[in-house]
């Protein structure tokens, strides 16, 4: 079953950002709005929503690191589990921001953005057929991708579906 839509009516009775917070708590986001479409911004939102411009972090041994691994379900679909140390998911600040050391990660299925994720654990239903790229990207909170001196924080792992 679908989680969106009930996190979707748990977001509307209690309104504003409780209820979205709830429901961003458990990973759902009203994706079909892709940040990384400018189609989906005005001219004046994108300029203070840039998603090109990375945040540069320094190399070193406080450094985030992000390490994936995907397992099958035994149901249905894959289990992605993100592992990070130095950065801590914060729903709560999601698109707000820049706050150091917090952010959110972008979920990538063969280079298509499938969602955003709040949290370590994630189910991935439905995946494509054949051999099946996922990629998670870190994110601060504006949405920003997050860069490690020059590496970007990505992880991605192959999988024959």
Known sequence: MDRSIPMLLIGL?????????????QGVTLDGHDHADPA?????????HDH?????????????TLAIDLQPDP????????????????????SRAHIPGEGHAHVY???????????????L??????????????NAND???????DTPLSATATIAN
């Open 109 to 123: 299925v063969n280079g298509r953005k499938v969602g955003r994720v709040y949290g370590q654990w994630v189910h």
């Open 143 to 149: 949405h920003r991708p997050l860069v490690v001196g």
């Open 13 to 25: 009775i209690f309104g504003g950002g409780i209820g979205f917070a709830v429901a961003a708590s």
């Open 40 to 48: 989906h911004h005005g001219h004046a939102a994108a300029a203070s």
């Open 75 to 94: 149901a249905s679909g894959w289990n992605l589990r993100i592992d990070t140390t130095g950065f801590r998911f914060s729903p709560q600040n999601a």
């Open 125 to 138: 239903a439905d995946m494509p057929e054949g051999d099946v790229t996922v990629e998670v990207t870190l």
């Open 52 to 64: 090109a411009t990375p945040y540069v972090l320094p190399s070193g041994a406080d450094a985030p």
